[in-house]
C-alpha cells in the first residue's frame, strides 16, 4: 500500500502581509468532486504570498481542502498527499480494499448498501491521520455547508466533530450514503451552496470564492448517457444557483480554475487537473492586486 508522509505544522500568523497589506482574507472552496483539486492552487498560492485566511468556508471537496489548511497543512502537502492517495491507482485499490467488510454479518451490521459507500469511513481512510477530530482544534475558524435532505435548506456546522461533517458535506447523492447528523439526513452541501461564500462577507476584508462545478462539454450535439445526464444536470443547477447569488452579492474575488471535462469522481486524473487549472495562480494574483488597490483608493 502506498503511503503518503504527510505532516500537519502550526502554520505562523504572518506579521507582515506584504500582498495583502494588512487587509483580511477569507476563503470559500467551492464542491465540484475531483475538480476541486483545482483548489491546492489558490492554497499554494496564498502559502507564496504569505496570506493566511482569517476563516475558511468549503462545500463538498471544498470543505476537504478547506479543512487541511484550516489544520495547518500548507498547499504543497495537500498536493502530495492527494497525488500519493487518490491521485494513486494502487493507493486507492489498496485502502478502499481494506474497508471491505470481514464477513457477510459485518456487512449486515455496518449496513452496506450496493451501489453506495459510506463516506465517512472513506475519508478516514484517505485523509491525512493528522487532520484533527475536532473543529476546535483547527487552526484557521472553518465553516462546512451540508444540505438538510428533508429540511431542504443549507446547513452550516462550525463546531463539534470535524468528519461527520466533512462526510455530510461530500456526500453525493447516489455515490454516498446521505449522513446524519443532530439527527438530520444530510447530504452534499453542493447541492444547497455550491460556493458558499456569503458567510464570510462580515468575516474580511476581501473574500474569495472558487467555482470548480464546472459545467456539461460537448459539441452539442452528443446525447449524454445516463450518468453523464445525472451529474450534467446537477452541474446545470448549481450553476444556476450560483449566477442568480452572484447577481445578488458577489465576492470580491471570483474564481473558475480550468477543469475541462473532468468527471465528478475522476479523481485519478489528479496530474492532468491540476496541469490544466494552473493558470488560476496568475489569475489569484493579479485579482488580489486588485482588490488591495481598491481598498487603499476608497
Known amino acids: 500500500m502506498v503511503q503518503a508522509e504527510t505532516s500537519i505544522v502550526e502554520l ?31 492554497i499554494e498560492t496564498l502559502n507564496e504570498l504569505g496570506i493566511r485566511p482569517t476563516a475558511i468556508a468549503g462545500s463538498s471537496i471544498g470543505a476537504i481542502m478547506g479543512a487541511g489548511m484550516a489544520a495547518g ?7 502530495e498527499h492527494a497525488l500519493m492517495t487518490v491521485g494513486n491507482k494502487t493507493a486507492v485499490v489498496s485502502r478502499l480494499w481494506g474497508l471491505r467488510p470481514q464477513t457477510v454479518r459485518d456487512a449486515v451490521a455496518n449496513g452496506v448498501r450496493i451501489g453506495q459507500f459510506n463516506l465517512e469511513r472513506i475519508l478516514k481512510a484517505f ?6 477530530d475536532h473543529f476546535s482544534d483547527l487552526q484557521i475558524p472553518m465553516r ?8 431542504q435548506n443549507e446547513v452550516i456546522v462550525e463546531e463539534g466533530a470535524l468528519f461527520p461533517a466533512l462526510a455530510a458535506s461530500s456526500a453525493i447523492p ?10 438530520r439526513v444530510m447530504i452534499d452541501g453542493g447541492i444547497s451552496n455550491p ?9 474580511a476584508d476581501i473574500v474569495i470564492g472558487i467555482d470548480v462545478v464546472g459545467a456539461p462539454e460537448g459539441d452539442g450535439t452528443h446525447i449524454p448517457n445516463r450518468m453523464e445526464s445525472i451529474f450534467g444536470s446537477g452541474q446545470l443547477m448549481m450553476q444556476t444557483a450560483i449566477s442568480l447569488k452572484l447577481r445578488l452579492q458577489a465576492p470580491h474575488i471570483f474564481l473558475r480554475p480550468a477543469v475541462g471535462r473532468t468527471g465528478v469522481m475522476d479523481f485519478l486524473k489528479a496530474r492532468e487537473v491540476l496541469a490544466m487549472s494552473a493558470g488560476v495562480k496568475d489569475e489569484l494574483k493579479y485579482a488580489l492586486d486588485g482588490a488591495i488597490e481598491a481598498h487603499q483608493r476608497a
Open 144 to 151: 462546512v455547508i451540508a444540505t438538510d435532505y428533508y429540511g
Open 195 to 203: 460556493v458558499p461564500y456569503e458567510c464570510l462577507m462580515n468575516e
Open 73 to 79: 497543512m500548507s498547499g504543497a502537502d495537500i498536493r
Open 174 to 183: 447516489a455515490v454516498f450514503m446521505p449522513v446524519r447528523l443532530y439527527g
Open 12 to 42: 505562523p500568523v504572518p506579521q507582515d502581509a506584504p500582498r495583502s497589506d494588512g487587509l483580511r482574507v477569507a476563503v470559500a472552496f467551492g464542491g465540484g468532486g475531483a475538480r476541486g483539486l483545482a483548489h491546492i492552487h489558490v
Open 127 to 132: 485523509l491525512p491521520a493528522d487532520l484533527p
